[in-house]
């Protein structure tokens, strides 16, 4: 990616250049987050030098079809909840936790999930807590 805001530090931590591979991998808030979304997929990773490694990780993870494009719908929620934050940071002089950038990833995964899917998925307390069983789920007839 070569998004940059010339010559400025990251808004989030404010110790490096803001390149969108430190933005959305190496920032603090970015891998704290994607670390605390890997506990709630039932993993542990580290993060690679670069995008291209980690969707290959990402997407290459899990038992079916659907576990596997649940968690690619994952990884661009998260990629959206952390631009949004910047941005919210930037413009709005909001500071979002990784609490907060966790909460939304999971909020927002749960509604487009539930829009793009013609199968029931499970209630969003049940996300939270059991996603694996939640995006492996049959189709009920």
């Known amino acids: 990616m070569s998004y940059r805001r010339k010559g400025l530090c990251c808004v989030s931590c404010g110790g490096s250049e803001e390149l969108a591979l430190h933005l959305f991998l190496h920032c603090e808030l970015g891998s704290a987050a994607w670390l605390d979304l890997m506990r709630w997929l039932g993993g ?43 941005n919210d940071k930037i413009f709005k002089r909001l500071n979002y936790g990784i609490v907060d950038i966790v909460e939304t990833v999971k909020v927002l995964s749960w509604r487009w999930i539930l829009s793009r899917t013609k199968t029931p998925v499970c209630l969003f307390y049940k996300w939270c807590w059991d996603l694996i069983d939640c995006l492996g789920r049959k189709a009920r007839r």
């Open 44 to 86: 542990g990773c580290l993060i690679p030098p670069n995008f291209f490694i980690y969707w290959e990780c990402w997407k290459e993870v899990g038992s079916n079809k659907k576990i596997r494009k649940g968690r690619c719908l994952i990884w661009l929620a998260t990629l959206w909840a952390l631009w949004k934050a910047r």
